[in-house]
């Protein structure tokens, strides 16, 4: 791999999130016409935005860059030959979308291998794009973005997902019972973007897809937080946060298993 690799995917992912977002927002704005289907239960809804946003997305790379692989919530995986994989989710909180809630966002990432090397967070509804490079940093729009330097829960809020009922019930009592208080939006990705710019302390979720958190991932590391690794080709816990309430998160996460 060379920089300009890397420049290049940059260039042209940048500029397809922001085509990506002005579709969204244009069915968000006649969502009560839109086709609405349900996944694994009735609180998990897709829509033809969310597939029509993925494919726009995937067209776009796919002129730009055919040898690189995807994997998008909707469509799935797509192997390539580069090296090169783009993890692209077109609307995360899809329930907050169809409920005109303005808490959704547009999340793509490419990766390198293990490596999360540019991610990007559309808020449409704000007309705000979150953005980050490996060892470029992590913006929203021109502005730098810098995790929370705060050293104790009872400094902000953490975010949390969602999952097994009894699991998030003893989260937030560990939240609470640790002097903090916490919130949540519906989109993982825009909570990741948020405890990037340190919004939120940090953010929890028990099992989460790459395409939810991988651009948001990059943006906590390269905003001077903390993660714990993911593996970015299944489900797998996330936490991250400011650096300095990592340990006092894990030990809220530990005592909730």
Request: with cysteine; proline share 4%; aromatic share 6%.
């Amino acid at each position: 791999m060379n920089d300009q690799d890397l420049t290049a995917r940059i260039e042209l992912g940048g500029a397809i999130v922001r085509d990506a977002a002005v579709m969204a927002l244009d069915y968000f704005n006649r969502r009560e016409t839109l086709t609405i289907d349900t996944k694994k239960n009735a609180q998990d809804l897709v829509s033809e935005a969310d597939r029509n946003v993925e494919t726009l997305i995937r067209d776009g790379l796919a002129k730009a860059f055919p040898n690189d692989g995807m994997l998008g919530e909707e469509h799935g995986l797509q192997a390539g030959t580069s090296g090169w994989r783009w993890i692209i989710d077109p609307i995360d909180g899809t329930a907050p979308y169809l409920h005109g809630l303005r808490s959704w966002s547009i999340s793509v990432a490419v990766v390198r291998g293990d490596d999360i090397m540019a991610g990007w967070i559309a808020e449409p509804c704000a007309g705000r794009l979150y953005h980050a490079a490996k060892g470029r940093g992590a913006w929203q729009d021109d502005r730098r973005l810098t995790a929370s330097k705060a050293t104790s829960m009872t400094e902000g809020l953490t975010a949390i997902g969602s999952g097994d009922a009894d699991k998030i019930s003893r989260l937030v009592h560990g939240i609470l019972s640790s002097g903090g208080n916490f919130q949540r939006n519906g989109s993982a990705a825009l909570s990741l973007a948020h405890t990037a710019a340190g919004h939120y302390l940090g953010f929890v979720e028990p099992v989460l897809s790459p395409w939810d958190c991988a651009a948001g991932l990059l943006m906590v590391s390269e905003a001077g937080g903390y993660h714990i690794p993911h593996p970015l080709d299944r489900p797998a816990p996330v936490l991250a946060c400011a650096a300095g309430v990592a340990d006092a998160l894990k030990d809220v996460i530990a005592a909730a298993e």
